[in-house]
């Protein structure tokens, strides 16, 4: 059975059922049955091919091939997963975080303004003209999340976003999800996450 619709259960935005993933005869994710009501943070915890980054894509509508029961109640359009490699676009920081809101037709300086108070927010206003070619593997990761938050998704995915990061990029990064009050969010890591970031974690593995 493969189901991926839309449904409404309480608050619950996201609910799975004996989901499982298979590549050949390889069973490459397996998930325990969960639910996640709006508003959650959520930790996405399991070892490097415990399926965290596929659980991800089914997610995020983009994988369709799999078995069991996968029901979330956010619009396609309404869901952002950044991969743990995130792709940065040729051009400056600024370009990358405004690239969303004008696909979204928001009025440039509108869009100007709200990626600025991201970059705030993720203490890199200094970088917003840099060339993401110049920019460090941390700092890499710091823009990808700040692109993602700027459109304060209604779901937001985030695949292992604190590799990478010394304290003070662990720090921005939580200053700036605490801002999407909107958003509900599940981080993934290999062992474990702050609990200042995450109300409860769901194990794979």
Do not use: W
Request: aromatic share 4%.
């Amino acid at each position: 059975m493969n189901t991926t619709h839309l449904t409404s259960s309480n608050d619950n935005i996201i609910c799975t059922r004996n989901l499982a993933v298979t590549k050949g005869d390889q069973v490459i994710c397996r998930a325990p049955d969960f639910t996640v009501s709006r508003g959650e943070r959520i930790g996405i915890i399991g070892p490097n091919g415990s399926g965290k980054s596929t659980l991800f894509r089914v997610l995020a509508q983009l994988d369709c091939e799999f078995t069991g029961e996968c029901q979330v109640t956010v619009e396609p359009r309404e869901r952002v997963y950044v991969h743990q490699s995130p792709y940065l676009f040729s051009g400056s920081v600024l370009d990358n975080i405004t690239y969303g809101l004008t696909a979204r037709s928001i009025p440039q300086t509108q869009r100007r303004k709200m990626a600025l108070q991201r970059l705030e927010q993720m203490e890199m206003a200094d970088f917003a003209n840099r060339n993401v070619k110049q920019l460090s593997g941390g700092e890499q990761r710091r823009v990808a999340i700040a692109r993602a938050c700027v459109l304060e998704p209604k779901l937001l995915l985030l695949d292992e976003p604190l590799a990478d990061l010394d304290p003070a990029g662990v720090h921005a990064v939580q200053k700036t999800l605490a801002g999407l009050v909107n958003s509900t969010i599940l981080i993934t890591a290999p062992i474990s996450l702050p609990f200042n970031f995450v109300q409860r974690c769901i194990e794979l593995g």
